[in-house]
């Protein structure tokens, strides 16, 4: 599987992005994806994750309410629309798939090269 995001960029702070990730070289509707950051100087984290139908959906404490994952097999795609940012979501964010929802990133198989995000005060 071969995930590519995009959307990222410089936003001020209460301000919203939509990032997307698009997939290819397997069927779309048999993998759940996942939406994971990485802070300067930190460890990369869970934001979201979504199913393989949509039909159920996870998310960080850090981002209820103001993010939302979606995806669109008709289109390959899984979107991450962020909305109310703060400087604390400054990350570089990263799609990974795998067989089933899950928030634990090692059970992740597949990774994109990731999009930055920066949040101004």
């Known amino acids: 599987v071969q995930l590519v995001e995009s959307g990222g960029g410089l936003v001020q702070a209460g301000g919203s992005l939509r990032l997307s990730c698009a997939a290819s070289?397997?069927?779309?509707?048999?993998?759940?994806m996942g939406w994971f950051r990485q802070a300067p100087g930190k460890e990369r984290e869970f934001v979201a994750a979504i199913s393989r139908n949509g039909g159920n959906t996870a998310y960080a404490d850090s981002v209820k309410g103001r993010f939302t994952i979606s995806r669109d097999n008709a289109k390959n795609t899984v979107y991450l629309q962020m909305n109310s940012l703060k400087p604390d979501d400054t990350a570089v964010y990263y799609c990974?798939?795998?067989?089933?929802?899950?928030?634990?990133?090692?059970?992740?198989?597949?990774w994109g090269q990731g999009t930055q995000v920066t949040v101004s005060s």
């Open positions: 990974a798939a795998n067989r089933l929802i899950t928030t634990i990133q090692r059970a992740y198989d597949y």
């Open positions: 070289g397997r069927t779309f509707s048999t993998i759940a």
